[in-house]
């Protein structure tokens, strides 16, 4: 669970309700007109602007990466797979069959490996389901992207609706105020929709995407390289690329490498 994700939400929250209750009650706040114009506008233009199909895989999708994080990383992962090329050098890849990793990517992998497959075959296999995984993660920031960048312009279109209406009716005082509320609620919710929920999600994801596409490959390249028996140390060594530089010289790594 990365909770990250909902307790920016939730500390976001707590300060527009905390905002709200100091100088009055949320029903000074709510206006249907305004939410019917932010969220069905919102809706509609990125429904322009994407396929159907995407926004189905889009959404949810992008919705559950922005709660979830990678339980391993880069350097855990290094580890473990140096680990498997350990089994793999004294057992055989039948080794493998008796193995129990968390990551479903990986576990894929070693049931390539174990089952005996052809290395092109493995990295033509993973290969398309990391960049068919990634491509509905990149889906999903840019339609939550697409929405952060469509509230803040129906808020406005609302704005000016509720002007619109707000100067034809200045013949009748009580109209002035509910006009008036659609016109600025319109903006506010707007305003939230799009910098405290959209556009920080879809910053989220575009992270995580950049991270798993590094960690599927590293994958990739560990799966292979166990597929064609190298030694841990030589595993461990080319794996070392992808961490950062400050992580590839770690004395704990350098013993470990050295008793592998």
Sequence with gaps: ???????????????????????GDFRMFYDSHAVIIIFGGSFAATLIRFPLVAMLHGLPLGMKFAFTMRRTTQSELVDEIAGLAEIVRKQGPIGLEKVQVDDPFLAKG????????????????????????LTHLDEGQKIYRAIGDCAPAFGMIGTLIGMVQMFANMTDP??????????????????????????????????KLVDEEVNRTLIIDGVLMMREAKSPTLVREMLMAYLPEKHRHNPDDAVAAVAA
């Design 1 to 23: 669970m990365d909770i990250t994700t909902g307790l920016g939400l939730i500390a976001g929250a707590i300060v527009v309700a905390t905002l709200i209750l100091m100088g």
């Design 110 to 133: 070693l049931r390539f490996v174990a089952d005996g497959y052809d290395g092109d075959f493995i990295r033509d296999n993973l290969e398309r389901d990391r960049d068919n995984f």
């Design 174 to 207: 009580s109209k002035l105020g509910p006009y008036m509320a659609v016109a600025l609620l319109a903006t506010l919710y707007g305003a939230l929709v799009a910098n405290l929920i959209c556009l920080p999600i879809a910053d989220k994801l575009h992270g």
